[in-house]
């Protein structure tokens, strides 16, 4: 099938800044959006930024300005920078994928394992 690696996640000051990777792998033809949603402790998921095959972006609210998603198309790669980090970035970031297998016309979506961010003093 088709597996999502994510790395990068760690320990931050407030300030600082980290960058997520996410290489997806597998019988894959095509992938369409790529992006990056979050949960933190006690909360419910939510999205953090997604970015087309073209190179479209759009951000949620609380990480305009700060966050900028980007990818690599010929290596299946899509990446989070985030800089002046918040504590209430503190949140387990998952990679998230449409992904058309070798032979479908249909699209799936797949996700990462997760990365831990943590943003404290």
């Known amino acids: 099938q088709v597996q999502l690696t994510e790395s990068g996640g760690g320990l931050v000051q407030p300030g600082g800044s980290l960058r997520l990777s996410c290489a997806a792998s597998?019988?894959?033809?095509?992938?369409?959006?790529m992006g990056w949603s979050r949960q933190a402790p006690g909360k419910q998921r939510e999205s953090v930024a997604d970015?087309?095959?073209?190179?479209?972006?759009i951000y949620a609210d609380s990480v305009k300005g700060r966050f900028t998603i980007a990818r690599d198309n010929a290596n299946n790669t899509v990446y989070l920078q985030m800089n002046s980090l918040k504590p209430e970035d503190t949140a387990v970031y998952y990679c998230?994928?449409?992904?058309?297998?070798?032979?479908?016309?249909?699209?799936?979506?797949?996700w990462g394992q997760g990365t831990q961010v943590t943003v404290s003093s």
């Open positions: 970015i087309s095959s073209g190179g479209s972006a």
């Open positions: 597998g019988n894959i033809d095509v992938i369409n959006i």
């Open positions: 998230n994928a449409e992904v058309r297998p070798y032979g479908s016309i249909a699209f799936f979506h797949s």
